[in-house]
């Protein structure tokens, strides 16, 4: 099915398709980044205890 | 009212929310375990990263690759989409990735349903295997697209879907291996909404409108109609807009119409622009094959009331203080069995081929100089045709100082007249010009006045309170042997009792020795500023006898001694109740010779009542109605003669009514009634089913006076529309709007019916 | 009874110019609701040049003409109703006081279908007096505005 609608000069429309989320950053470059994950998940290291972690949502 | 997004059903908010700034990444867990960038994690896990939210009972997540893979039940939100699966694995950093066994949502267009893979191609695109689309809410889903395979893209705003069935309340109604369809609100190309209905005229008619988008600033509407009674039509629009010039092109052809016996068709262009900032052009054509074109063809009110058809092109050119138009105009007549009386009296109105108009006026306080100057060459067959030269210089003297204006103005006018075709002089019942050269010059001299008072009411409503006098002379010319080619009486209201010519037009310049007493009143809510309440009242007085007269014009306002008193008011204290009317009280004879009440109850969007009553004494000749044997197509024929020295009385009462019946009907109706014929104008009924948000079906019948003939015609229409599957077409009560009664003023709508404007 | 003369100006206190602007990319000229505001304006002295403390930006003006009722014997037009539309944008020293503030007003004429120029010619009347109506309405409507303003600085001050 179509749809009609208003006309506009190129460049000025009224309905812009949905922006780009910027492309996410290419899993090498954030490398220094994701070895400390800010979450608590990191502070717990190696421990396999079933303590219950606090969760930090946003 | 026409709902013009495609977000019609909200889809229900999702239970996560995305992350707060696009960097920051966060796992939380019950337990989680990190062991060479692989981190395992159990219970309530939640991933947040990159503009999306991952919820599962377990989640495995590599930080180098950012593949997260989650099973036992995942909800994932991202810019746009929410879905639950029963497994999935996502590329976090590019956004892509699968998920089996999902029920997703389309948040910005209410897209939502079940789909056994959904694959998620990086931004804004997305394919699903085996999935069902819809945008109605709730299990039962009143229509239902499922198909193997549907891509959604929302940089394109469209969908495609493959092999796809559409179901009706589960119903399987149409099967198409490929559909391609709108997802936003940006233009597309592609089938619109169809309509079916019958008419007396037609018969049963279908039209399926095809929209091609062709460029931002141009596109084109190619109409199909197949008519039972006529056979089949088609119609187009081109419409095109650039910076400085827009317009369109109309047309429709009807090969062979059976009933007719002919070919009949319709060319419509419009345009309006500017060739530089100070010259503009403006050009009308409408051009129909045969006099009954309308009639037979549209039951758009706008086009069934008309009976001449204007052509004309205007150039203007501006400069501060300096205006000068030249105006070609010519018309097609649809009504040539008629009868007039000559003169103003001629169906055929003259043309003016060309009319140029010079207005100059100094953009200077407290005094201005101005002339008015024009030249116009008036042609028509069968009468008296002129070049006429009217020329009036005038000095405007005027002061506002806000609590009190003053402005005064004196002019000359002399007008020329060279007549030619004397010999059609005797085709005018009322002026019969024996020479053919006149010259009329006429001084004026107005004087006018005004306080503005205001005060706050208690319930802090603010009046203005404004009266207003002035004074007018205007000289004395007999002009009963200027035959009339532009001029007739006005409707008069508040702002016509202060105008400087009782007459419209150059070709009757009333006398005047008069006084206008006039007083208006506003009452307006402060915070909103919306005008709440509005009264005026006012009404000339003359001191001599008004000599000049227009021949055989029924009621003008006027008599010998001044004017009738004009009342006008308006109340509308909230948005639910509004009331207007308009009076006009012949003191002297002692009756009405103009009433208009209206009164709207309840608002826009839900209960709506209208009543309505027009009153207009002798407001134009009267004329009667004979029938001619029919013409060679067999179309029947009228004829129409104007009786001399007698009126037509407007006198009509109308009724209209919106209600919705519960959440899924809007029933509308609409009655017109003329008391002086005690005979209907108008009926009309129209009903809009709406289950859903999703989906409508609309019927509207619609019996109405045809033209020419007080014949009465009948139209019923039908539409369907699937919201979600393009825009929702225009609902009953834009159909029904588009004709006569609606209160408020009509954007162009872009149904079916009206690919062209009304003549 | 309470009633006062209106303020002498309509702009707010120490502001003692306006611009009245108009821009229309298809027609030329300024319609008459423009040409009337700057003339009061002129006429009360407050018609400034483009960088006036007040700016009124006159956004759009739309006519539109409908068929209101028909005539029973041959179903012709017999009445239309005329509206003209006006949107504006006020502000002060930058600070928007109206933005997209909407006034219109409507007047209904009968008409007969064969005196076609005197019904065009009653139109173009109608609508330069409703404009003309409706540049008054303006000032009337920044005059409440800026009595908000002047109140608001009063109570600020």
């Known amino acids: 099915c179509g749809q009609k609608g208003p006309l506009y000069l190129p460049g000025h429309n009224p309905n812009p398709p949905k922006p780009l989320i910027k492309p996410a950053k290419s899993p090498g470059q954030d490398k220094d980044e994701s070895q400390k994950p800010s979450g608590d998940a990191s502070s717990q290291g190696g421990d396999n205890g079933a303590s219950h972690s606090q969760s930090s949502t946003p | 009212a026409a709902g013009s997004n495609t977000q019609c059903c909200p889809v229900a908010p999702p239970p996560l929310s995305l992350p707060a700034n696009g960097d920051a990444s966060t796992l939380v867990a019950d337990q989680a375990s990190l062991a060479n960038d692989i981190a395992t994690a159990q219970g309530h896990v939640h991933l947040e990263r990159n503009g999306q939210t991952l919820e599962a009972p377990y989640i495995r997540y590599n930080r180098k690759t950012s593949e997260a893979s989650a099973h036992g039940g995942l909800k994932y939100l991202r810019d746009g989409l929410y879905l639950t699966a029963d497994k999935g694995n996502v590329n976090v950093d590019r956004r892509t990735g699968e998920f089996d066994g999902t029920h997703y949502s389309v948040l910005d267009s209410g897209a939502r349903g079940k789909a056994a893979r959904v694959d998620s191609l990086g931004d804004n695109q997305y394919r699903l295997r085996d999935a069902d689309y819809s945008t109605c809410p709730g299990p039962t889903k009143a229509w239902l697209l499922s198909a193997r395979r549907i891509d959604l893209n929302r940089q394109t705003g469209r969908g495609v879907a493959h092999d796809a069935t559409l179901k009706i309340y589960g119903v399987p109604l149409l099967y198409t291996p490929y559909i391609n369809f709108p997802i936003d609100n940006q233009r597309h190309t592609g089938f619109l909404t169809p309509t079916i209905g019958a008419s007396s005229k037609s018969g049963f008619e279908l039209a399926a409108p095809y929209y091609i988008n062709l460029a931002p600033n141009y596109d084109a509407t190619l109409v199909p109609r197949v008519m039972a009674k006529r056979g089949f039509q088609l119609g187009g629009q081109f419409r095109y807009l650039t910076q400085h010039q827009k317009g369109e092109f109309d047309a429709q052809v009807l090969p062979y119409d059976t009933h007719y016996g002919a070919e009949r068709d319709l060319e419509h262009f419009e345009h309006i622009g500017q060739l530089t900032p100070h010259v503009g052009i403006q050009a009308n054509y409408t051009r129909v094959s045969d006099v009954n074109y309308f009639d037979d063809l549209s039951n758009d009110l706008a086009h069934t009331s008309t009976s001449q058809l204007d052509r004309s092109f205007e150039l203007t050119a501006v400069q501060p203080g300096v205006k ?77 100082h806000g609590s009190w204006f003053a402005n005064s103005e004196a002019a000359y006018r002399i007008t020329h007249y060279d007549l030619r075709d004397l010999k059609y002089a005797g085709n005018d019942l009322y002026v019969q010009p024996d020479h053919n050269s006149i010259n009329r010059e006429i001084p004026s001299f107005r004087a006018d006045a005004g306080l503005r008072f205001s005060r706050t009411l208690e319930n802090g409503w603010i009046q203005t309170l404004e009266p207003r006098m002035q004074y007018l002379f205007v000289g004395y010319q007999n002009q009963s042997d200027i035959p009339i080619f532009d001029s007739g009486s006005a409707t008069l209201n508040y702002d016509q009792l202060f105008s400087s010519n009782r007459y419209t037009g150059i070709d009757r310049i009333g006398d005047a020795n008069q006084v206008t007493l006039g007083v208006s009143s506003r009452f307006v809510s402060p915070n909103t500023g919306r005008t709440v309440g509005k009264l005026d009242f006012g009404r000339v007085t003359s001191f001599r006898n008004l000599r000049v007269d227009l021949p055989n014009s029924g009621v003008t306002g006027y008599d010998h001694h001044g ?153 019923i229409m039908f539409q369907f529309v699937l919201r979600g599957l393009g825009r929702f077409g225009n609902s009953v009560s834009s159909f029904v709007q588009k004709d006569v009664f609606s209160t408020t003023p009509q954007a162009r709508s872009t149904d079916t019916f009206d690919t062209i404007r009304s003549p | 009874c309470g009633f006062h003369l209106q303020g002498a100006s309509p702009l707010p206190k120490g502001i003692s110019s306006m611009y009245v602007s108009y821009h229309d990319n298809y027609r030329v000229g300024d319609p008459p609701v423009v040409a009337a505001l700057k003339q009061r304006l002129r006429r009360q002295h407050l018609l400034g040049d483009a960088d006036a403390p ?92 800026n009595q908000k303003l002047d109140t608001s600085s009063q109570a600020g001050g």
């Not at chain 2, 809007?666 to 289950?691: C, F, H």
């Open chain 2, 324 to 400: 000068f138009s030249v105006l070609a105009q010519d018309f097609q007549t649809l009504n040539n069995y008629f009868n007039g009386l000559g003169g103003r009296f001629d169906n055929e109105p003259y043309r003016r081929l060309p009319q140029a108009t010079l207005n100059l006026l100094t953009p200077t306080a407290p005094f201005q100089a101005g002339l008015d100057a024009q030249f116009t060459n008036f042609q028509r067959s069968d009468s008296v045709n002129a070049y006429r030269t009217d020329v009036r210089p005038r000095l405007i003297w005027g002061t506002d």
């Open chain 3, 54 to 145: 007040a700016q009124l930006d006159i956004v759009n003006v739309e006519n539109s003409q409908r068929v209101v009722s028909v005539s029973p014997v041959d179903g012709n037009a017999a009445e239309y109703a005329v509206t003209t539309q006006v949107v504006f944008n006020y502000s002060v020293n930058g600070a928007e006081q109206l933005s997209g503030a909407t006034l219109s007003t409507t007047r209904n004429y009968s008409v007969s279908a064969n005196q076609r120029l005197s019904s065009e010619g009653e139109r173009d009347e109608l609508l330069k007096g409703m404009q003309q109506d409706l540049a008054n309405l303006i000032l009337e409507r920044i005059a409440q505005a």
């Open chain 2, 563 to 715: 004017s009738d008193y004009v009342a006008g008011g308006m109340f509308s204290p909230s948005d639910l109740f509004t009331t207007r009317a308009t009076l006009g009280y012949d003191a002297h004879r002692a009756h009405l010779d103009r009433a208009v009440a209206t009164a709207t109850i309840g608002h826009r969007d839900s209960y709506q009542l209208d009543l309505g009553y027009r009153y207009y004494r002798d407001y134009r000749p009267a004329r009667r109605i004979t029938r001619l044997p029919n013409n060679s197509n067999g179309n029947r024929r009228y004829e129409t003669t104007l009786i001399p020295g007698q009126f037509e009385t407007l006198s009509q009462v109308a009724i209209g009514l919106r209600a919705p019946i519960g959440s899924r009907l809007n029933v509308i109706a609409r009655w017109n009634y003329s008391l002086k014929r005690n005979q209907n104008i108008e009926t009309l009924a129209g009903l809009e089913y709406r289950p859903s948000c999703c989906y409508a079906a609309r019927v509207a019948w619609r019996h109405y006076v045809g033209n020419q003939n007080g014949r009465q015609d009948n139209a």
